[in-house]
């Protein structure tokens, strides 16, 4: 409706992506490790047609000043620059979307996925979802956020009524099976938090991308060739719980400095700056590596227990799946320092209102919690979080109805041709 009004027409057709929730698996997509979310209802949505009267543009991408439309002109480039297209047609599209926005469920990438689709659709190519998720997941590089894949893999590949365990390099999707008589609930702590326009994703990037190369030189290992810490893993054949004793072998809890990292790599201030550093992270000094390392291993164990014990449905599946989301919040919270007092607020909220589990979902910083809650105490739980974390503040009391909802696994990305 809104398209019509707008254009006086109808849209030729229409393109629609989801957000996400990751259930379990924080940071560690870009280190190369499996991950565990699951498509969520809201989404973004496109009305489009074509206009072959514009002129050929230029797309410019300001990684300094990012604006939200900038996500979806990533899309758009990415489209372009896969398949060569000197010029593209002029699209005139209306895009509405009811993902909270900077919230953790990826409304940043669902753009971007729905852009790609768009391009693609409106240049008459046809890709694979599995190659849209890959080109999408590169092309939201341009805006500056070094992220792994997650978000754009099951914006794709979700399927209606399966959380999915996303597997990289190769790029795949398994079912995963949620146990009966629980439902997610997600809960916004109203902190917002744009990836883009700050530094804190991209310097624990830099920092797992740095113990890499540490744990790589401890080994003697070619460290030239690792920037994730699961290439290290794969080397040497090593469990996860052996990298976990590899990390206290070889890092110390104490930041590291600039001089200390190029002392024991080898290499000068200079290569460090422009091979391991990211252009918003130039001014950083010191570096968490122990940390960080510690938590990406430990979180990836984590992910392969939850798909197990989904798998297995032991008696006691949802405290064992509860008491793993606890464990990956505390992980994220106190290794990770993606957490914030807001967040962990709710979190404790919503533990003491009934959920069997809860953890910060997405970046952090801000943004949502997810928690795992039986059936039964759904209706409680929802009123106790209410009464506890929203209603005695009135921005969040005005926000709660958009902040607040049970989840239901939603299906993939789509495109709708008008009839």
């Known amino acids: 409706n809104t398209f019509e009004r707008q254009y006086g027409r109808s849209a030729l057709f229409y393109a629609c992506a989801p957000g996400r929730v990751n259930l379990i698996g924080e940071h560690i997509d870009y280190c190369g490790f499996s991950v565990l979310p699951m498509a969520i209802e809201q989404n973004i949505f496109a ?4 206009n072959f009267n514009f002129f050929p543009y230029e797309i410019v991408i300001d990684r300094d000043n990012p604006k939200w439309y900038y996500y979806f002109l990533c899309g758009v480039k990415g489209i372009q620059e896969k398949f060569g297209i000197a010029h593209l047609p002029g699209m005139v599209c209306v895009i509405d979307g009811n ?3 900077s919230s953790g469920l990826s ?5 971007v996925c729905c852009a790609g689709l768009v391009t693609m659709e409106a240049n008459q190519k046809s890709l694979s979802k599995v190659a849209l998720a890959e080109i999408c997941a590169k092309c939201e590089r341009y805006i500056g956020t070094e992220g792994g894949g997650m978000d754009q893999s099951i ?3 979700a399927e209606k009524g399966t959380a999915k365990l996303i597997d990289f390099e190769p790029l795949r999707a398994t079912d995963v099976r949620l146990p009966d008589g629980v439902v997610f609930v997600i809960s ?3 902190v917002e938090m744009n990836k883009a326009a700050s530094s804190h994703f991209n310097i624990r990037v830099v920092e ?3 113990a890499t190369k540490m744990l790589a030189q401890a080994k003697g290992l070619n460290q030239k060739g690792f920037l994730k810490l699961a290439q290290v893993q794969k080397e040497m054949n090593a469990s996860l719980e052996d990298m976990l004793a590899l990390v206290e072998e070889v890092l110390h809890p104490e930041p590291y400095s600039r001089e200390e990292i190029c002392k024991v790599l080898g290499i000068t201030s200079q290569q460090l700056s422009t ?3 990211s252009a918003n992270t130039q001014h950083v000094t010191h570096f968490k590596l122990y940390q960080r390392a510690k938590h990406v291993y430990s979180e990836a164990a984590r992910v392969l227990r939850f798909k197990n014990v989904c798998d297995c449905a032991p008696t006691k599946s949802i405290q064992l799946l509860g008491d793993l989301m606890n464990q990956s919040h505390m ?6 320092e993606c957490s914030c007092p807001e967040l962990d607020q709710l979190v404790d909220i919503c533990l003491k209102s009934g959920a069997a589990g809860s953890r910060l979902t997405g970046a952090g910083w801000g943004g949502c919690a997810v928690s795992m809650v039986p059936s039964d105490k759904v209706e409680s739980f929802l009123q106790a979080v209410r009464e506890a974390y929203y209603l005695p503040d009135p921005r969040r009391a005005a926000m709660e109805k958009q902040s607040l909802f049970v989840s239901k696994p939603g299906g993939g990305a789509a495109i709708y041709v008008a009839e």
């Open 47 to 50: 009305a489009v047609s074509l």
């Open 99 to 101: 993902v909270p926005p």
């Open 107 to 111: 409304s940043s990438s669902a753009l």
């Open 155 to 157: 914006s794709f590949l």
């Open 188 to 190: 916004n702590c109203c």
């Open 208 to 210: 797992c991308r740095i």
């Open 275 to 277: 091979e391991l550093l």
């Open 331 to 336: 992980s994220c919270r106190d290794l990770y």
